[in-house]
């Protein structure tokens, strides 16, 4: 029987283009996703194997044409995460970070979910930073973002650093690797949003987040992560949202207002300057966050 259904799920993934389905797609098109395909989409996507991690190429439109190399999954869910894929607000928030690379310049940033890199992966290569703190909670994930910044962030001795991050997986400790990119060091943490607690909170200058707006269970604990983090008076939160929903985006804001935090949309989609050649099909909104006590 269940070889049946997995000969029946590959002829429908071969007969119907799923990147069509895809909610990406179906959101910039204006349309409205219903609960049910949602979720036999993400049990098909989820079924799929080892094989759909590839690597994918980011090539900056700059006059460095950097390239950006990033192990990911060809599906929107693995693992059961949507952390092994890139989503188009990891791109928008990096395209605001290298927009925005003076008001950066020597400041320590930290960036929650993270993904597989492309933010901050990005960040590092165009703007010259004090520090850079990748984190996420989920292992596949973390060691997937961890191969990332060490194939396009270490020196060649670096490499070696696998070595260390399988033996420090294993400790208490949150710091899975660190390493230097010219004066930038980088780190990658092991950081559940529950762990940004008042005591526990590092001091840095600039919050990064992408694409973490989505489930509304998840929303205390962000926005209590974030009010933490936003108590030292320089720390300025920059948050990308996904428009896939405005209620569950209004909800967000509603929350985050009830913790006083302060937000401000600080761009509009359309004007912002783009230096990934990708399209930019989908609407994501950025703001910037700050406690409102300032
Ligand atoms: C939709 S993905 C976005 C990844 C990346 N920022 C991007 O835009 O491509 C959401 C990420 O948030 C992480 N995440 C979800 N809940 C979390 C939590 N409670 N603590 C830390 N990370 C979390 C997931 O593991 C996942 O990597």
New binding site residues.
């Given amino acids: 029987m269940d070889d049946c259904l997995k000969r029946l799920e590959r002829r429908f993934l071969n007969m119907y283009p799923l990147k069509l389905l895809s909610p990406d797609v179906l959101e910039s098109e204006g349309i409205e996703v219903c609960d049910e395909l949602y979720e036999n989409l993400c049990n098909l996507l989820s079924n799929q194997k080892e094989q759909d991690t590839v690597f994918k190429h980011y090539i900056l439109d700059d006059t460095s044409s950097t390239c950006i190399s990033l192990k990911e999954s060809r599906n929107i869910i693995s693992q059961g995460?949507?952390?092994?894929?890139?989503?188009?607000?990891?791109?928008a928030?990096a395209d605001w970070c290298v927009s925005h690379s003076e008001e950066l310049r020597d400041k320590e940033i930290l960036?929650?979910?993270?993904?597989?890199?492309?933010?901050g992966i990005t960040t590092v290569l165009c703007c010259e930073l004090q520090s850079y703190s990748f984190?996420?909670?989920?292992a596949a994930?973390l060691s997937t973002l961890c191969e990332n910044v060490l194939l396009n962030l270490s020196t060649p001795n670096e490499k070696d650093c696998h070595r260390f991050v399988d033996n420090v997986t294993k400790t208490m400790d949150n710091t899975l690797l660190r390493i230097k990119h010219k004066n930038t060091d980088v780190a990658v943490m092991n950081?559940?949003?529950?762990?940004v607690t008042k005591n526990t909170v590092p001091e840095v200058d600039f919050v990064l987040?992408?694409?973490?707006v989505?489930?509304t269970s998840?929303f205390t604990?962000?926005c209590q992560?974030l009010k933490n983090l936003l108590h030292y008076q320089k720390t300025v939160a920059i948050i990308?949202c996904t428009v896939r929903d405005q209620n569950t985006l209004q909800q967000f804001l509603l929350t985050l207002a009830q913790y006083e935090i302060k937000i401000v949309q600080i761009d509009v989609p359309s004007s912002r300057p783009t230096h990934f050649l990708l399209p930019q099909d989908v609407l994501v909104n950025i703001y910037r966050l700050q406690s409102s006590g300032q």
């Fill in positions: 995460t949507t952390g092994l894929h890139s989503w188009q607000a990891a791109q928030l960036e929650l979910g993270s993904g597989v890199g492309l933010t984190s996420d909670c989920h994930v950081l559940p949003w529950a762990d987040a992408a694409d973490v989505y489930d998840t604990e962000l992560a990308a």
